[in-house]
T-cell receptor
Framework: NAGVTQTPKFQVLKTGQSMTLQCAQD?????MYWYRQDPGMGLRLIYY???????DKGEVPNGYNVSRLNKREFSLRLESAAPSQTSVYFC???????????FGQGTRLTVV | DQQVKQNSPSLSVQEGRISILNCDYT??????FLWYKKYPAEGPTFLIS?????DKNEDGRFTVFLNKSAKHLSLHIVPSQPGDSAVYFC??????????????FGQGTTLQVKP
């Protein structure tokens, strides 16, 4: 029972390269989230998906795209990476409203 | 526009004493609040939560207080232990039709509990 699994754990990109961060959950949750964590900025919501096939922008969506093709998986894509996207990215899932969310272990991304 | 704010970046307390972490929010439509704890190189883990219909929720050494009129919540840890040293995030959800389902976090407070 893995919970929330993020891949990769670490990644270094050159400016302008693209990549997709993967997130998969086995908790049968409807809601999934992508956050980035930066020093002094806390956890900022990038995108949110309430259910399969639906997505909504969060606080800092610029430069990112997401895809929720099925209930289990929610991917985050950087089309043209920039140094400002250097961060730790966390995926989370939540079942019902007014319950807790469960987080993955994070992906540490460095853009040089 | 930061909807959830933790204005104290850090807090240091002595082992055995009380730790009080504070959080303010601006959106009066938020109806569910949570506290998370995060160790380095790990994902955040859920600690305790409170619904807006309550003003207090207790779980062992952890108590969360909610003051809706002041749009303020706090986390009390009594007694504090060295293993409590971590970054603590508060979060809020609800917030009306534009925010339904979203979970908004504050900036975090780093707690250090000294032996």
């Amino acid at each position: 029972n893995a919970g929330v699994t993020q891949t990769p754990k670490f990644q270094v990109l050159k400016t302008g390269q693209s990549m997709t961060l993967q997130c998969a959950q086995d908790m049968n949750h409807n809601s999934m989230y992508w956050y980035r964590q930066d020093p002094g900025m806390g956890l900022r919501l990038i995108y949110y998906s309430a259910s399969e096939g639906t997505t909504d922008k969060g606080e800092v969506p610029n430069g990112y795209n997401v895809s929720r093709l099925n209930k289990r998986e929610f991917s985050l894509r950087l089309e043209s990476a920039a140094p400002s996207q250097t961060s730790v990215y966390f995926c989370a899932t939540r079942g019902q409203l007014n319950t807790e969310a469960f987080f993955g272990q994070g992906t540490r991304l460095t853009v040089v | 526009d930061q909807q959830v704010k933790q204005n104290s970046p850090s807090l240091s307390v002595q082992e055995g004493r009380i730790s009080i972490l504070n959080c303010d929010y601006t959106n009066s439509m938020f109806d569910y609040f949570l506290w998370y704890k995060k160790y380095p190189a790990e994902g955040p883990t859920f600690l305790i939560s409170i619904s807006s219909i309550k003003d207090k929720n207790e779980d062992g050494r952890f108590t969360v207080f909610l003051n809706k009129s002041a749009k303020h919540l706090s986390l009390h840890i009594v007694p504090s232990q060295p293993g409590d040293s971590a970054v603590y995030f508060c979060a809020a959800s609800g917030g009306g039709s534009s925010n339904t389902g979203k979970l908004i976090f504050g900036q975090g407070t780093t707690l250090q509990v000294k032996p």
